[in-house]
């Protein structure tokens, strides 16, 4: 077998050459055609591909045909997500299945239709008999995302009536899906831990009377405790999370998918696989890799200059991972303030403090203004520039406990209501096949038979 595999390496080796030249198109070809690389315009503004009525993301406001930069806002169904927070924070209440239930059906709900909304999502977090044993025990993964995609699309096989896009069965759908996710995670994580790690499996029962956020701490510790704080710190989290436009890559994702009329269990497998890379839902594991090393390579973590200078390394590929990126700076559409950011790092002030945590929040404090500054200098005028929600929420989940590993799998865990949702108006009032177009660039090559080529 490993000669076979050497034999493959080599092989591919030898053909790399010939793949980068395949591969290669002159950047220059995109400004020339007009091209909207990443479906962006020219002034970094989102091209319209749809309309919704879910989420709105706004960072910026139009005039006279220029984007001009405002304070983020971020609104669900109409309603600002910073009074749902503030709202659920102060009443001391859990509000994540609330904006489960605004988000899936267009309105909020009055008492008893909440009640009656946790009864059912709760006896949805039911895994399907022998789900756990046969597609999570027996076929474990190092990725915890990795085995939440696969996890999806087996549902399928669980399913009755996998196929029917009606309304009434992408809802059913809809909430069997938002209650197992956090089940299939935290299991996911526990064999991963056994089978990779040497530790003892421990695999808990939810509790039907606890809220997602509570029931996600008690069956990830093997202890199953926890303190009302840290529940509701996470919740706040997961409401952040829970949605942000058509637009983001992986409800883009789920609807592209949705549109060609594929079932739900093939749809939101592929935005959780979007959401896997780096570059979107496992930004936040960057961040804390870059904050670790400058943690490491400064010496004065409360020198201010000292870390600027330490920063302007990274930009410069000297430091870091040399990709000369600040991670957890910038974003594609908010441009002073991403509101996410503002909310966490109001209300996790009060688990920072309890948890002894002051200096690590004071320093990626430190990397924020210090990152912008570095970056203000390097851009100028061109782009206006600010902390994204990924800058603290991996500090916030290590406050919470929480390993790494399911840094991205709590996104999914708090996105699929938005994925459902976008995938819902996209079956209802989509209509067309998402197709975008593709420049080709080849000339064209008259095809040699074999007995006239080259025995090279």
């Not at 949805?124 to 995302?145: C, H, Q, W, Y």
């Not at 973590?301 to 700076?329: F, M």
């Not at 570095?374 to 290590?398: F, T, W």
Request: charged share 25%.
């Amino acid at each position: 077998m490993q000669y076979g595999q050497d034999v493959l390496n080599q092989y591919v080796t030898e053909l790399c050459e010939d793949v980068k030249s395949a591969y290669s198109i002159d950047p220059r070809q995109f400004e020339h055609y007009n091209i909207k690389r990443g479906l962006r315009n020219a002034d970094g503004t989102g091209v319209l591909a749809g309309v919704t009525a879910i989420g709105s993301v706004q960072g910026y406001q139009m005039v006279d045909g220029e984007p001009e930069p405002v304070p983020g806002k971020l609104y669900y169904r109409g309603y600002d997500v910073e009074d749902i927070v503030t709202s659920h924070m102060e009443d001391g209440t859990f509000g994540f299945e609330e904006v489960i239930y605004l988000l899936l059906f267009g309105r909020l709900p009055s008492a008893r239709q909440l009640e009656q909304f946790d009864t059912v999502l709760s006896a949805a977090r039911r895994l399907p008999p022998g789900f756990t044993e046969d597609m999570i025990i027996k076929a474990p993964s190092r990725n915890v995302m990795n085995k939440l995609a696969r996890g999806v699309l087996s549902l399928y096989s669980y399913d009755r009536n996998p196929d029917d896009t009606s309304v009434e069965n992408l809802v059913r759908q809809s909430i069997e899906l938002t209650g197992r996710i956090p089940v299939i995670v935290a299991n996911a994580y526990a064999v991963k831990k056994h089978y990779y790690d040497g530790e003892s499996l421990y695999i808990h029962v939810p509790d039907e009377n606890l809220s997602v956020a509570e029931n996600f701490l008690y069956i990830l510790r093997p202890d199953k405790q926890f303190t009302e704080l840290e529940a509701h710190i996470l919740d706040m989290m997961l409401i952040l999370h829970a949605e942000h436009g058509g637009g983001n890559n992986s409800a883009f994702t789920c609807r592209v998918l949705s549109s060609t009329g594929t079932d739900t269990y093939g749809a939101i497998s592929g935005a959780v696989n979007s959401l896997k890379g780096p570059l979107h839902g496992g930004a936040n594991a960057k961040v804390m890799e870059m904050f670790h090393d400058i943690r490491d390579h400064v010496r004065d973590p409360r020198d201010e200059d000292e870390v600027y200078h330490y920063l302007k390394k990274i930009l410069d590929r000297q430091a870091g991972d040399k990709s000369g990126k600040i991670y957890g700076l910038g974003h594609a559409v908010y441009t002073i303030s991403d509101p996410r950011t503002l909310i966490l790092k109001q209300y996790a002030r009060a688990l920072v403090e309890s948890k002894g945590c002051s200096e690590d929040f004071n320093l990626m404090e430190t990397i924020e203004r210090q990152g912008l500054r570095a970056l203000s200098e390097r851009l100028g005028d061109r782009k206006r520039v600010c902390a994204n929600v990924d800058m603290y929420s991996g500090l916030i989940y290590q406050m919470l406990g929480i390993p790494e590993d399911l840094f991205t799998p709590l996104f999914a865990i708090a996105r699929i209501a938005g994925w459902c949702a976008h995938r819902i108006e996209e079956v209802c009032t989509g209509g067309r096949i998402i197709r975008p177009a593709y420049r080709a660039m080849m000339e064209r090559e008259r095809y040699v038979p074999m007995h006239e080529r080259s025995a090279e």
